[in-house]
């Protein structure tokens, strides 16, 4: 144990930091040979992955403590790993190795370029969730976000510049809102921005003598929720998800997104007060938004990868609802769902990307109507579809299982309204996402795909399109069938915010008897 603690810090610093050395080198040398970037590139995704599986099975359980370090020479930033972001640290890793092999198959224009950018938005990724400076922590968030803009368009799909320009003023105003509503909370509380970290900005927030403002919390929390396509901050997501390339699509939607989801927890739920008032109605009534609204919109897709986008806007309500219970009821079990639902999610989200993309590189589409057919051609893509898709709705054995009964079970309390329209989800999610399946590769063939088939036959996944969807959906599986790989981690910080929630509402209703 005493070795393992001494390489701690070096491992963690090198899952961050290699992507984004190896990118560097491949943006620089844009005359490398193919297979010595393609191996040097697999070893910037790969390396990661294994280092961060490594730290997430025997890191501590204590919010704020475990693998705390401060790191010397790299602008002053602490690094470390809490009960919250550790699995979200080993998931972002995992998601951006089956990005990473999926980008290295793709043939595109300036392709180390291409690789480059991905590894910067990974390693940028992974910083997120490994820091605990609130400077670092916009530092990194940014540093991904570029190369997402970039990426998208350069290398998108249709649409691509007004999906790019969409995403970068939504995500730009969404970060200058949160980022504004700390800065407020940190002069209130008199931090610096240098010695501004997560468990100072909690400590300091929670002393008698200081008491924010409602509206410092609000731009806080809409900020964040703007960043993990909170309704009605969000509709950059699905035509940005749509237009961009596969392996971004991936990262961002998987990973990346979680960002907001992790501020909120992390710094709006845990320092202010989110949990009581008219915040905490607001805050409801959007999440069920999401729910409700975003679901409905995915049953009038008629595009693929369309109704993958909007499906992940959808997936965010029962999180957001897992984070306001806790906040609001204190209820602990509904942070514990919702975080282990934001990992479930990343995972059968990529995949959900990588094997829509699968389809449209051998039909040439995305649409249903142009459609059909394909498990008789493509069985191995059919079955790998339908496990993605079980996933995604649900299904026991997968992670997302889970986070989504676990979330059901702990709005037991609230009112039957509420329970229903949660219930209902589970039905919406499995109309769309099953007429999805019978469309694509039950479906009656369409005229399109019996003239593309005639000319050239299908084939079915590849090799590496195999590696990268077994990545996902067995990591998926693992959780599935035991998640006390995540609890063991997030049950103790979701209990301390449940505490603080608890006691906030018993001094709110004191303070005011008429309030029950």
């Known amino acids: 144990m005493e070795t393992f603690s001494q390489l701690n810090p070096t491992l963690l610093i090198a899952a961050i930091f290699t992507p984004i050395v190896v990118g560097l080198i491949l943006l620089a040398g844009k005359s490398l040979p193919r ?150 909370a940190m002069s209130a509380a008199g931090l610096s921005l240098g010695e501004a970290t997560f468990v100072k900005l909690f400590l300091a927030l929670h002393t008698p003598q200081i008491s924010l403002p409602t509206a410092t919390a609000a731009i806080t929390l809409f900020g964040f929720g703007t960043l993990a396509s909170l309704f009605p901050f969000h509709s950059w997501a699905a035509p940005g998800y749509s237009a961009a390339p596969t392996p971004v699509s991936m990262i961002h939607a998987g990973a990346l997104k979680k960002f907001g989801l992790y501020g909120i927890i992390i710094i709006a739920a845990a320092s202010m007060n989110l949990g009581q008032g008219s915040l ?108 993605a898709t079980m996933a995604s709705v649900g299904l026991p054995g997968f992670g997302n299982f889970w986070g989504e009964i676990g979330v059901f079970l702990s709005l037991k309390g609230e009112p039957l309204w509420l329970q229903a329209l949660i219930a209902s989800t589970v039905v919406i999610s499995a109309v769309y996402s099953l007429r999805a399946v019978a469309s694509v590769f039950f479906g009656p063939v369409s005229k399109e795909i019996t003239e593309r088939f005639s000319i050239a036959p299908f084939k079915d996944l590849s090799g590496a399109e195999r590696l990268a969807t077994f990545v996902l959906l067995g990591a998926s599986l693992v959780i599935g069938f035991a998640p006390h790989l995540i609890t063991r981690h997030t049950n103790e910080d979701a209990e301390g915010l449940a505490k603080i929630a608890k006691i906030k509402k018993a001094l709110s209703n004191s303070a005011n008897p008429s309030v029950r």
């Open 35 to 184: 297979s010595f970037s393609s191996a040097f590139a697999f070893l910037g995704f790969a390396l990661p992955a294994v280092i961060a599986i490594w730290l997430f099975l025997p890191c501590s359980e204590a919010f704020g403590s475990p693998l705390k370090l401060r790191v010397t020479g790299l602008w002053g930033f602490n690094l470390g790993l809490n009960g919250i972001s550790s699995p979200l640290f080993a998931m972002t890793a995992v998601v951006g190795l089956a990005a990473g092999i999926k980008a290295l198959i793709q043939e595109v224009e300036s392709r180390n370029t291409y690789l480059g950018l991905i590894l910067f938005m990974l390693g940028g990724t992974l910083g997120v969730f490994a820091t605990d400076n609130i400077v670092g922590f916009y530092f990194f968030h940014e540093f991904a976000l570029i190369p997402t803009f970039i990426l998208t368009l350069y290398w998108g799909g249709e649409g691509r510049r007004s999906a790019a320009m969409q995403m970068a003023i939504y995500l730009t105003v969404g970060a200058m809102l949160s980022l504004a509503g700390i800065l407020i």
């Open 280 to 387: 905490s109605n607001w805050f409801l009534i959007c999440a069920v938004a999401n729910v409700v609204i975003a679901g409905l919109i995915c049953l009038a897709q008629r595009d693929l990868k369309q109704l993958i986008s909007w499906s992940s806007v959808a997936h965010m309500g029962p999180i957001f609802l897992g984070i306001w219970v806790c906040t609001s009821r204190g209820v602990a079990a509904g942070l514990d769902a919702a975080i282990f639902l934001m990992v479930a999610h990343g995972l059968s989200c990529a995949a959900l990307f990588l094997l829509a993309n699968a389809v449209r590189t051998r039909t040439g589409t995305y649409r249903f109507d142009e459609l059909g057919g394909l498990a008789k051609h493509t069985p191995i893509l059919a079955a790998c579809f339908i496990a």
